[in-house]
């Protein structure tokens, strides 16, 4: 079978998942993110404790982050979809194994 007659082409190195070292770095590094956007939040609730409505909209924009930066750090990479061969009978062959007869040697 030449290269041009392949039904699907060859998987490349470059089209490869990254390594789990890769990943796990990512998704530590995502975590750290989002967890250190919490601290400014935080601090600045502290600045603005004379503005009530102030205050209150950085400590509820700091009470869900945590619960973010978990899920955002155990979320992995989608799995690339693909083809996978499977064997279609033809249509017109519905329960039978071949239409020929076949010669009977009696011994």
């Known amino acids: 079978m030449q290269d041009s007659e392949r039904?699907?082409?060859?998987?490349?190195?470059?089209?490869?998942?990254?390594?789990?070292?890769?990943?796990?770095?990512v998704r530590k590094r995502?975590?750290?993110?989002?967890m250190g956007m919490r601290i400014p939040c935080l601090i600045l609730a502290v600045v603005f404790v004379n503005t009530w409505w102030l205050m209150l909209l950085f400590v509820l924009i700091s009470i869900p982050l945590p619960w973010i930066a978990v899920l955002r750090a155990n979320d992995r990479p989608a799995r690339r979809a693909?083809?996978?061969s499977r064997f279609r009978g033809r249509p017109d062959s519905a329960g039978e194994l071949e239409s020929r007869d076949h010669p009977v040697i009696e011994v």
């Open 7 to 25: 039904e699907y082409p060859p998987v490349l190195i470059t089209e490869a998942a990254p390594s789990q070292d890769d990943q796990l770095a």
């Open 30 to 34: 995502r975590y750290l993110i989002t």
């Open 82 to 84: 693909e083809r996978m």
